[in-house]
């Protein structure tokens, strides 16, 4: 097997989730270092929700857009600096900016039945010159047919690749199966595949996805990133070689990396604890994590009961206030019960 395989790394960007989004511009550019000397393609940076998500709903960054992009394109000198944009987060003016700074690749990442609010970001994107990912996030909520549609559209706006993005962490192999398999049987472009570590199997699920032809495949050290985190970067490389993949990545550089530059940054270690677990289990949107356990806290509520109503009513990113009305309702009915 001699396939190559593109590997990005998202410790400096859905990494900071685990950390609150609070790297600093020296911590970037110290992680950006050690993952540009390990040989990984795509290092993306930003905050968790993207480009221009510091904000009171997803939480205040460390620092700027910018300074965490100079930082990050001041150290790499070999891989794509790549960052995230949600259509209604992020903006062409915030795109043209980190563009000028140095980011080489931009991942446009919509709900899986949304690609159309994609087209103008993308075709944006491609005007600059920039690798542009189309990302169909929440794949769990739709059946392939349905993200063949979606895909076909990003594909259709000039998109470089189209990722199959596991964002509940709620899939198991075969449902990544049927997914990248449908979207490789139905366009020209690469396909890839984002795991979240919910249930436990990121590194078998992409593992899943490539033997069903995704070309492109994330990771990020330590495993860091929303809910339980992502597939551990220096593990599912470990994973790939082992099954013969070539990811031009340096394992034993990427295992440093992760214990001398990344672990000590850590604010708590990235293990599937009972809120994680439920994420995957009701399909609830990774990044909820955190915001889950603070409501959580504020109303006295349990934070699972949040979570599976949150799975129940089948609120997607974006939605983060609906945390807020869940915990509040259930508070409520504690109350009433009570009495």
Known sequence: ????????????????????????????????TALDKSG??????GHGDGLAGSSYQYGFSAAKDAECLKAACGAVKNGKVTVLLLPGIGTKKDLEAAADIGAKAVRVATHVTEADISEQHIKVAKDMGLFT??????????????MVEQAKKMESYGADVVYVTDSAGALLPDGVRTRVSALRQAVN??????????????????LAALQEGATFVDGSLRGMGAGAGNAQTEVMVAALHKAGYQTGCHLRKLIEAAEQNVAPKMLRPQIIDSVALILGFAGVYSSFFLHAKRAAERFNV???EILEELGRRRIVGGQEDQIIDVAYELSQRQKTLVR
């Open 1 to 32: 097997m001699t396939q190559r395989i593109v590997i990005t790394d998202s410790t400096l960007r859905d990494g900071m989730h685990t950390v609150s989004h609070q790297f600093t511009p020296a911590d970037i550019a110290e992680i950006a």
């Open 40 to 45: 990984v393609d795509l290092i993306e940076v």
């Open 133 to 146: 990912v189309g990302f169909l996030m929440m794949a769990h909520m739709e059946e392939p047919e349905r």
């Open 189 to 206: 472009i690469p396909v890839g595949f984002h795991a979240h570590n919910n249930l436990g199997v990121a590194v078998g699920n992409t």
């Open 302 to 304: 349990d934070p699972l």
